[in-house]
């Protein structure tokens, strides 16, 4: 199974936050030190860039509009370091449009959050992508209690049991397990895993994690949720769930 790997398993997850308002920085900071991240603060794109060097971070919580030099500008110097470990980004924005978007993703981003945004939303997004990005790269296996998935054999197991899926739904698990704790819209579904393209609807997306939950959970406890009128997520059951 993925686990964090050597000295990134026994310390605290670093997380640069980078953005020009002291309010939002300071919030964002305070709120990310009580959950135990180790945190550093940037005021500005070219400080961010230093910083990166000096602290050497996990995941960089990143300020789109900035004065000095914008948060796209910044994440495609820190794709383009040379050697360069690539460092999670996950943007801030006050801009919703489509383009803008695009451009996130042409730099760089590994997620986008629009101003204003929750505390919590920000906090689970940083963890999915921790999750997803501190991981021992010469495995290929993704896992959460005791699921697990193995893209190079592309097999799946619950509690050690060999579990038969379509490539279809192999798809489905894979990006609910890259997202798990998280909840995903039908909408993000129907883009990650039949594409752009797909002219459908979303039925058959509630028939897909239909189809997945029967093989999946089979056993207790259940790991795919329905929130309904918002999406699906992967994770442990609450004590009072959906």
Do not use: C
Request: no cysteine; charged share 30%.
């Amino acid at each position: 199974m993925r686990q964090l790997a050597g000295e990134q398993a026994r310390r605290p997850a670093r997380v640069l936050v980078v953005d020009d308002e002291p309010n939002i920085s300071a919030l964002l900071s305070a709120t990310l030190r009580l959950i135990d991240f180790d945190v550093r603060v940037a005021n500005g794109g070219r400080e961010a860039l230093t910083s990166v060097a000096e602290f050497e971070p996990d995941l960089v919580v990143l300020d789109v509009m900035m004065p000095d030099l914008d948060g796209f500008a910044v994440a495609q110097r820190l794709r383009a370091t040379a050697n360069g470990r690539q460092v999670p980004v996950l943007f801030l924005t006050a801009r919703d449009a489509v383009e803008d978007r695009i451009s996130g993703l042409t730099a760089g981003a590994d997620d986008y959050v629009t101003k204003p945004f929750s505390l919590e939303e920000v906090v689970l997004r940083i963890r999915a992508i921790l999750r997803r990005s501190r991981v021992d790269p010469d495995s290929g296996v993704l896992g959460y209690a005791d699921l697990e998935l193995d893209d190079d054999a592309h097999e799946v197991r619950r509690d050690g049991r060999l579990i038969e899926l379509s490539p279809t739904e192999f798809k489905l698990l894979r990006f609910l397990l890259l997202n798990a704790g998280r909840v995903v819209s039908k909408a993000q579904i129907m883009d990650r895993v039949w594409g752009y393209d797909f002219g459908g609807d979303g039925r058959i997306v509630e028939s897909y994690v239909y189809y997945l939950r029967k093989k999946i959970d089979r056993w207790d406890p259940p790991l795919i949720h329905t929130l309904r009128g918002v999406g699906y997520t992967l994770r442990l059951p609450r004590t009072t769930d959906e």
